[in-house]
């Protein structure tokens, strides 16, 4: 079999541009994924502080909140910019506001999170003393947001304060604003805290009443990536295979033999 060296020639231009497309796709599809906040989850690891409530005094739990894929609008009490050595908040405490934390989950929890429609009280706040503070629930304390003791006490907010954190790259939540998913996403890893490191749940009623306290050993941050993420990515991948096999399968006399 003699192969004719012009087609072979051709042969390769095709598969060089071919490349590139696949390339530029890929590369498309990349911006896309960077362009899109994916969420982020927070889970806290934490010692029970006592017995009650379905906890047990020196055992471990988990807490996991998991971010709305963006967030976008600021409520009028938010900060529009961060600035070093200033209290800095993302906050959800408007009906207006997108929701700021829409799961939770752990083996810390019961029941099922449901962001409040009217009354939202959550937020990510730092101080300018790079102490770190998270609350997930409502400012109406006679409402309850889903969650529960392991015994089936109703919760109105989860509250995990105080938390001195050394996030990197950049500890600090300093420039422009950014929504907390791309901040966060941009910063993935297992932290550990230093004192004062509580974790508080609050049942209904008078303001919020102490259910179970527990003390937070470590903070794991991670990025979880949206089904429609990976489909652009993998739409991008087979439509660029496709378009190579036309081009193929299109090309007259590719290979000839003598």
Known sequence: MKLHYSTLGLVTDTLTTTGKFLLSLLTCAALINSAWADPVTFTFTATANATGQGYTLGASYNFSFTTGASYATLSTLSQSTFTAGSNNYWKNFSTADSALFVSASGNGLGGTFVP?????????????????????????TSQTVGMTTLSGTPLSYFNAGGLSLSLSPGGAYTGSFVDPTTYFAARPGVYAVTSPNPLQLYGLGGGGSLLAGFTVNQLTISAIPEPSTSAAIAGAAMLGLAVWRRRRQSKPGAITAA
């Open 116 to 140: 409040s429609a009217t009354n939202p009280s959550s937020y990510i706040f730092q101080n300018g003393l790079g102490g770190s503070d998270f609350i997930i629930g409502t400012t109406n």
